[in-house]
């Protein structure tokens, strides 16, 4: 596709100015879709931030047991009426208090025993107060706030030549599960923004100079922090995107090696953290899920969860319902979402070498092995126990170094083939939205488009669902198209300066 220019004023406005706010205004309509309690597990994290900074009266106070502590009951049973029955709205939560003050309840599902990491829910719980709703709201905001700061900062700082790798990555890799997630108070919110981010930032801090490179450093540290902070599993990602962004980029001279210091103290940061989760022992020696299959034969387990496991990687995109696995999501977003992530990603491999091969089958290894040994040592198959938002991580960054280029040739895509993919996964995000909208307000044995119809939950907001989800798909819609206006070639953008050769680089093939 030829490269055109365009005005540097205009390109800068539209990207650092109108690009922020239009990724901050889809994102927080997913945070406003679902009510309190709404992504799995919520009992335990929200429990879990409410006591994130110990006790304190009126949020968090002592148990009737060491292992149990008091939190409100909007926290503790606020999923309990709806999850698993697609067919009932959120109202049935406003029998419920909805403050802290007026209702503490025991509760056994909390952090108490160190099964996370603790950076997560103490940061969260900075935003904890008497009024709930608004604690919950607040708190999923500020994950979209870091995601978009530190996605933003990074598009920024990266050579010109990697900035489409970051763009697509994300664009075919995000809808529905990691819209869902961001905007959600479970720690796979943080736990894909460091995935999905940390390694990128660290191949820019290999290939530039000076106070980008620190710069570029130093939000890649904040991204492993924000992953190993948030869960055990995703310190092992940010020890593999500091590897990844080696492989990558090496190259001889002990200039290069110098700055391999900072992935080090990255690595054994990351695993410092992940040794002291008890989310090791758990992986370790099983996740004790309710449905074990009857026979312990490995063999049985290890080849049927071989078989199965590119079922877990599918989740992302919407094959496996939303929520507590009961908002299920209609094959539009689950085949176009995945059809537009094949697609370019199978462009991505039209020029590639030995050591992105190598790379890609590390990751591909890494996507088969975890999710695998776990499964076998719950005694458990593919569909229970291992979720899809345990990898999707890893799906976005096997989704960005597929598209990483190391030659001055880059992949692309017709013109045609970027308004199709750009059509999919916009229109993918906009029924998933809507989707996810409907359950909670009205449940699923109500349909039509008009979200404001028979609304029996919603927030005390002065907005409608329908406005909400409106602002939310347009604005998705136009930030995927502003983007891709600049980055319709795969590997290059339209601001790009002429690419720069491998030699003045410093990087061989």
């Excluded at 692309?412 to 029924?431: C, D, M, P, T």
């Excluded at 907005?463 to 602002?471: A, E, G, R």
Aim: proline fraction near 5%; hydrophobic fraction near 50%; glycine fraction near 10%.
């Amino acid at each position: 596709m030829t490269e055109t220019q365009s005005r540097p004023g205009t390109s800068r406005l539209l990207l650092y100015i109108v690009l922020p706010v239009l990724m901050f205004l889809s994102l927080s309509s997913w945070a406003l879709a679902s009510p309190v309690g709404s992504s799995p597990d919520d009992d335990f994290h929200l429990a879990s931030t409410w006591c994130g900074l110990g006790l304190r009266e009126g949020l968090c106070e002592a148990g009737t047991t060491a292992a149990e502590r008091k939190v409100p009951a909007l926290i503790k049973d606020g999923a309990e009426c709806y999850k698993f029955a697609p067919a009932e709205s959120a109202a049935c939560q406003d029998a419920l208090p909805r403050s802290s003050s007026a209702s503490l309840v025991d509760s056994n599902r909390v952090n108490s025993a160190g099964l996370y990491p603790p950076v997560y829910y103490a940061v969260m719980a900075v935003f904890a107060t008497d009024d709930i709703e608004a604690s919950v709201i607040a708190m999923r905001l500020l994950s979209i706030v870091i995601f978009v700061a530190m996605w933003v900062g990074v598009y920024a700082l990266l050579p010109r030549r990697r900035r489409s790798t970051l763009v697509w990555s994300w664009i075919i890799g995000i809808v529905p599960l990691g819209m869902f997630l961001i905007a959600s108070n479970n720690p796979s919110s943080w736990a894909v923004i460091s995935g999905g981010i940390g390694w990128i930032a660290l191949v820019g801090y290999f290939e530039t100079r000076g106070r980008q490179r620190i710069a570029l450093g130093m939000l890649a540290l904040v991204a492993a922090a924000l992953g190993a902070g948030a869960r055990a599993d995703s310190a092992l990602y940010a020890v593999l995107g500091a590897v990844v962004a080696v492989a990558l980029t090496a190259r001889k001279g002990f200039g290069y090696w110098k700055l391999t210091i900072l992935p080090a103290l990255l690595v054994v940061g990351s695993l410092a953290l992940y040794l002291t989760s008890n989310q090791v022992i758990t992986a370790s020696t099983g996740m004790g899920t309710d449905t074990t299959v009857a026979t312990t034969d490995v063999g049985y387990l290890l080849t049927s969860n071989l078989l199965d496991v590119p079922l877990l990687w599918a989740g992302g995109f919407g094959s496996w319902a939303l929520g507590w696995f009961d908002t299920r999501m209609p094959g539009i977003v689950s085949v176009g979402s995945l059809a537009a992530f094949a697609v370019v990603v199978f462009g991505g491999l039209a020029h590639t070498t030995w050591r992105k091969l190598v790379v890609l089958g590390t990751i591909a290894a890494a996507l088969v092995a975890i999710p695998v040994y776990i499964l076998v040592q719950s005694n458990t198959l593919v569909g229970s126990g291992v979720q899809p938002r345990y990898v999707l991580p890893l799906i976005i960054m096997f989704g960005g170094v597929a598209l990483f280029h190391m030659r001055t040739r880059e992949p692309e895509l017709g013109r045609v083939q970027v308004y199709v993919v750009e059509a999919a996964i916009i229109v993918a995000n906009a029924v998933a939205l809507h989707e996810n909208m409907r359950r909670y307000l009205t449940g699923v044995d109500m349909g039509g488009w008009n979200l404001n119809n028979g609304v029996e939950w919603w927030w005390s907001l002065p907005v409608s669902p329908m406005l909400v989800w409106v602002i939310g798909s347009l604005a998705f819609a136009v930030a995927v198209h502003l983007l891709l206006r600049y980055h319709s070639v795969l590997g290059a953008s339209r601001l790009a300066l002429p690419l720069p050769s491998r030699a003045s680089l410093g990087v061989s093939s």
